[in-house]
């Protein structure tokens, strides 16, 4: 199947390519969902060796699902299930009803909650009798800081530190 063909499918509100894509995600993470209408609801089931993060899988399916639109979808249940259990640890369900504008608000809210924490360790070492300072060494580690951080949203800083030529800046989303 094809891309475009895929997408149009589970705009239909076909369960195999809405499987489809979530496995593209899902694969490399050694997770597998598996989707299906029942009594009607749409039901994705999440499996992998361990048990899901409900709280980051459960944020992907709503998203990608409120992103897709399907039309035949009102009500999606989530569940996150170990490998070869009986029952699925977790549950979770939503209506995509529900307003775009309340989603990014639910999102924000998620995201001040659990902030994400990224570091950044640069390590330069040169030649002093070339002229390198510790200056030169801190001026070029905050362009490179720049210039890695210039792709993310809403970071905020928490920690920089520099010195002897290492620069570690800590920062916070």
């Given at each position: 199947?094809?891309?475009?063909?895929?997408?149009?499918?589970?705009?239909?509100?076909?369960?195999?390519?809405?499987?489809?894509?979530?496995?593209?995600?899902?694969?490399?993470?050694?997770?597998?969902?598996?989707?299906?209408?029942?009594?009607?609801?749409?039901?994705?089931?999440?499996?992998?060796?361990?048990?899901?993060?409900?709280?980051?899988?459960?944020?992907?399916?709503?998203?990608?699902?409120?992103a897709l639109g399907a039309a035949?979808?009102?009500?999606?249940?989530?569940?996150?299930?170990?490998?070869?259990?009986?029952?699925?640890?977790?549950?979770?369900?939503?209506?995509?009803?529900?307003?775009e504008a309340e989603l990014e608000?639910?999102?924000?809210?998620?995201?001040?909650?659990?902030?994400?924490?990224?570091?950044?360790?640069?390590?330069?070492?040169?030649?002093?009798?070339?002229?390198?300072?510790?200056?030169?060494?801190?001026?070029?580690?905050?362009?490179?800081?720049?210039?890695?951080?210039?792709?993310?949203?809403?970071?905020?800083?928490?920690?920089?530190?520099?010195?002897?030529?290492?620069?570690?800046i800590t920062k916070e989303r």
């Amino acid at each position: 199947m094809t891309q475009p063909n895929i997408l149009k499918l589970a705009k239909q509100g076909d369960t195999e390519a809405i499987a489809s894509l979530m496995n593209r995600h899902l694969h490399p993470k050694a997770m597998t969902a598996k989707v299906a209408f029942k009594d009607g609801y749409l039901e994705v089931m999440l499996e992998s060796a361990e048990v899901p993060n409900q709280q980051i899988l459960f944020a992907f399916v709503r998203k990608g699902l409120t992103a897709l639109g399907a039309a035949s979808v009102e009500i999606v249940k989530v569940y996150g299930q170990q490998t070869d259990s009986e029952f699925p640890a977790w549950s979770q369900e939503f209506d995509l009803g529900i307003a775009e504008a309340e989603l990014e608000a639910l999102d924000n809210e998620q995201s001040s909650i659990n902030p994400q924490t990224l570091t950044i360790c640069i390590n330069l070492s040169g030649d002093t009798a070339r002229g390198l300072t510790n200056q030169d060494f801190e001026i070029i580690a905050n362009q490179i800081s720049t210039d890695i951080l210039s792709s993310c949203t809403d970071v905020f800083i928490q920690k920089v530190s520099i010195s002897n030529g290492s620069s570690v800046i800590t920062k916070e989303r």
